[in-house]
Nanobody, 128 residues
Framework: QVQLMESGGATVEAGGSLRLSCTTS????????MGWFRQAPGEEREGVASIINGGGPSYADSLEGRFTITRNIAKNTLYLDMNHLKPEDAGVYYC??????????????????????WGQGTQVTISS
C-alpha cells in the first residue's frame, strides 16, 4: 500500500471552482488505477472519478461534465478539478489507489473494491 494525502478542500460558493490534490508516497505510474470518492453526511461513499493506466478517465454520470481527473506522474500527484460546484457536491473527498494490478471494469466503474489504499479525506463545503 502507498500513503495518500489529499489537500485543497475548502469552503466555496455555489457555482465556484476548486482543485483537489492527492500526493502519493510511491510512484504514481505504478498505481494502475486511481480515483476520487466523496461522502456526504449520512450518505454512502460515492465514486466520483477514476483514471487507469493506458486508459481514459471515467466519471459519475451525475457530474454532468463538471469535474476533471488528471495525474502528474513527475510530481506523483492526482488532481480533481471541480467547476460549477453545487450544494450537493459538498462532502469529504477521498483519494484512492489500486495496487499494481486491478480489474479494469472495477476501476472504470469506480468500485471501492478496486482500491487498496485510501487517503484521510479533505472537506469540501459549498455555500449558497
Amino acid at each position: 500500500q502507498v500513503q495518500l494525502m489529499e489537500s485543497g478542500g475548502a469552503t466555496v460558493e455555489a457555482g465556484g471552482s476548486l482543485r483537489l490534490s492527492c500526493t502519493t508516497s510511491g510512484r504514481i505510474g505504478r498505481l494502475t488505477c486511481m480515483g476520487w470518492f466523496r461522502q456526504a453526511p449520512g450518505e454512502e461513499r460515492e465514486g466520483v472519478a477514476s483514471i487507469i493506466n493506458g486508459g481514459g478517465p471515467s466519471y459519475a454520470d451525475s457530474l454532468e461534465g463538471r469535474f476533471t481527473i488528471t495525474r502528474n506522474i513527475a510530481k506523483n500527484t492526482l488532481y480533481l478539478d471541480m467547476n460549477h460546484l453545487k450544494p450537493e457536491d459538498a462532502g469529504v473527498y477521498y483519494c484512492a489507489a489500486s495496487g499494481a494490478s486491478v480489474v479494469t471494469r472495477a476501476c472504470k466503474a469506480r468500485q471501492a473494491s478496486a482500491f487498496k489504499s485510501w487517503g484521510q479525506g479533505t472537506q469540501v463545503t459549498i455555500s449558497s
